[in-house]
């Protein structure tokens, strides 16, 4: 392997992961990566380990630096499995290194991996571990994503090594973010922030507040998943707050749909040329035919998100029942929400979507439309005009 150097004695030593496609329902079209860092003074630090099937890498990246044997810490940032599955290899190669987690990573490292975690110690904000000339600083963010959650900062270089927070699903031959295409770099940096964090926009606002108010200056941040922002780490810090607080907002509705026999189809275009006529942005996404990671990923940034379904057995068509599951997890926030669809004999599929969503908490639209069977001329006039509402509602 080629060298990986962040500073001085500190090292990328993580692995990338070219053919994953899949991530817990998240699809990565672009692979991923398991990112560990590896910090060498007078005394060693291993930062996160990696997903087990690529220990054996991990072990080689290590060694090129340090004998295992040699390592004096391991620390836990995270205890979710593609960060901590190949821990227990390490720890027993390890065996002189004390391993440091939070104090929620402890306990979850014993129920993952038994008993012998025992031996982990606990940090909490704002303890320091002195390992030369260099010096390490811990902030617990509970949540961010899982309760064990926490960063790690090193002090004299300026590094934070945040794991899952301001990461990315990008398998790349480089590293740092100039050293990628700008566009695939925050196309994924938004769709890793809409499928993993969006439930978490206000947690994740107060963490970077404290960051701020802790006066930490930052040169490089170091995430768990993708490339190290070394060139501008302010440009991600700011997207997310972005993205957090809405402010990334746009004149823009996304209409989610599914469709039978095509009626569905024909209202969601109807209404989307109402939209579009006014010069408010729209996209018209078919499930079955979109995934729902890039559905979200295009919600981040719209105003209103207009859902449309034919009615199945008296109630919504499968694949929406499954979008809304998805969406209703992850909690957009700042968002209108309406619903549209066809019927047959009997509705139902309007109805279930509403109370679906008003029981999540989301902003509904009063107005809705359901029609039944195929739309007449005059009927899709009405969508047009629906359209028309929701652009002005965009606008104002």
Known sequence: MVKVTLKDGVFWVGVVDWNIRDFHGY???RGSSYNAYLIADEKTALVDTVKVAFCNELIEHVSEHVGLDKLDYIIVNHVEMDHSSSLPTIAKLAKNAKILSSVRGKEELIKHYGSEFERVETVKSGDTLKLGKKTLTFLEAPMLHWPDSMFTYLIEDKILMPNDAFGQHLASSGRFDDTVDQEVLMEEAVTYYANILTPFAPLIVRKIEEVVAMKLPIDMIAPSHGIIWRKDPMKIINAYMDWCTGKAVKQKA?????TMWGSTDKMARAIGEGIA???VEVKLLKLRATDNTDVVTEIVDAKVVLVGSPTLNNGMFPSLGQF????????PRGKLWGFFGSYGWGGGAVKGMVKTAKEAGFDVMEQSIELKW???????????EFGLQIAQKIKA
């Open 324 to 331: 809304l599951t998805y969406i209703t997890g992850l909690k």
């Open 374 to 384: 195929v739309p007449t001329e005059e009927e899709m006039k009405k969508c047009f």
């Open 254 to 258: 996304v209409i989610v749909f599914d």
């Open 27 to 29: 699809i990565t079209r």
């Open 277 to 279: 006529s006014q010069g």
